[in-house]
């Protein structure tokens, strides 16, 4: 009889502290607990999107709206950039047996990856707000987004080893001329092709229209040693490249 009881006392105080355990768990009670808690969550959401666990997000999330504005245009997105390249650079002095046949290549996204849609982004909440392709294609049509200095270097070192740069875009064939002065403005030249997005091509999500790409140029015969992007969708799929990298890029998700 006593041991019963005993033993019901151990269970009653077992279950207050797991229940007291349980409620220091509940992820807004701990956000609300204090500013660090809020700057890890955002920082794990944000580290979630780069290795592409989190998809397909139509904003950043309110809450981390300060955090993504912080880390865009932090010293450490820049960082975390130009070791991007610097990996490429790596991979580069041993990775390919380039034929100088003209059929070596390399791919580039870009938004994001030659030219910087920060400008654009700080008026509209860092990707805080649904993206509104009317208002992107009006500041993209103005040509004034600056160019990434960081792949800016690395695009002129691949073209002057002789690999064919092509440039694969989801921008709308619409903004050809737009697109290119801007490139040509920042200090972009010499790339072997620009693609963009045909109306035939807007029924397709963007990564199948991209490895359509690819498979176009792998058809002619072209080797693709490597691709740079900011999106998962331009990396994805195949046929694929050699080697592929991506710059980082939480403001938004195109699939
Ligand atoms: C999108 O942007 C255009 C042009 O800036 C504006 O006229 C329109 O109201 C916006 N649409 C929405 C849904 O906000």
Redo the contacts with the bound molecule.
């Keep these: 009889m006593a041991t019963n009881s005993v033993a019901l006392l151990i269970l009653a105080l077992l279950s207050i502290c797991i229940g007291s355990v349980l409620a220091d768990w509940n992820i807004l009670n701990q956000i609300k607990s204090n500013s660090n808690s809020l700057k890890n969550y955002c920082e794990s959401w944000r580290i979630n999107v780069e290795v592409n666990n989190i998809r397909e997000f139509d904003v950043v999330p309110q809450e981390c709206i300060n955090h993504i504005k912080k880390y865009m245009t932090s010293a450490q997105y820049i960082a975390d950039s130009e070791r991007s390249i610097e990996e490429i650079r790596l991979y580069l002095t041993s990775c390919c047996s380039l034929q100088a046949d003209g059929k070596d290549a390399w791919i580039f996204d870009v938004d994001d990856t030659l030219l910087s849609t920060i400008p654009y982004y700080k008026k509209h909440a860092f990707g805080g ?2 993206v ?4 992107l294609e ?1 500041w993209m049509k103005s040509s004034k987004a600056p160019g990434l200095e960081h792949t800016l270097s690395l695009f002129n070192e691949i073209k002057n080893k002789g690999v064919k740069i092509f440039l694969v875009s989801s921008r709308r064939e619409t903004l050809r001329s737009n697109t290119v002065d801007n490139l040509i403005d920042v200090g972009y030249h010499g790339w072997t092709g620009l693609q963009l997005r045909g109306l035939e091509d807007e029924h397709m999500k963007v990564q199948q229209y991209k490895c359509e790409q690819r498979k176009r140029l792998v058809n002619n015969g072209y080797r693709i040693w490597g691709i740079l992007g900011d999106q998962w969708s331009s990396i994805q799929g195949l046929p694929t490249a050699k080697r592929t990298f991506k710059l980082p890029n939480s403001m938004y998700y195109i699939s």
């Design positions: 707000e649904k509104n392709a009317s208002s009006a």
